[in-house]
């Protein structure tokens, strides 16, 4: 392998990295601008509760049956799909609502210096993420 093959994948991995831990850092912002939405006293859930169990409902049984395959024991499998079923609709919820958010205003609220740091904070963390759990 020449120098500049060897110069080119290293360019192609430092931009994979770069994107998957601004994308992560974008949801994990997200996140927290839902958070504050959803625990803000003037706001309420965005969806209705129904939708809320149907996304846990499919997260826990794609999650359950694919731990299952996977080879953990079936109670093991149960009680992990709930924790990720829990944690996904959480997810899905604080970004959704993060969105509305954003898209009625709220970020007039915080003042840009807010905004960068907890941006900067979220790179940091999606990058330890990334190289510790995600290893992509």
Do not use: C, W
């Not at 990295?17 to 965005?46: D, K, R, W, Y």
């Not at 794609?62 to 731990?67: G, I, T």
């Amino acid at each position: 392998m020449s120098a500049f093959g060897a110069v080119r994948g290293a360019g192609i991995a430092v931009a994979r990295a770069f994107a998957v831990t601004v994308t992560m850092a974008a949801l994990m912002m997200l996140m927290a601008l839902g958070f504050m939405h959803l625990l803000s006293g003037e706001a309420s859930l965005p969806v209705s509760t129904a939708i809320v169990l149907v996304v846990f409902a499919l997260s826990f049984v794609a999650s359950a049956v694919l731990l299952d395959r996977a080879g953990t024991g079936q109670v093991q499998s149960l009680i992990a799909g709930a924790v990720i079923a829990m944690g996904m609709t959480i997810l899905i919820l604080t970004v959704y609502s993060g969105i509305i958010f954003v898209q009625n205003g709220g970020l007039d609220s915080l003042d840009l210096e807010t905004l960068l740091y907890g941006f900067a904070a979220s790179l940091i963390v999606s990058v330890i993420v990334d190289r510790l759990v995600l290893k992509i």
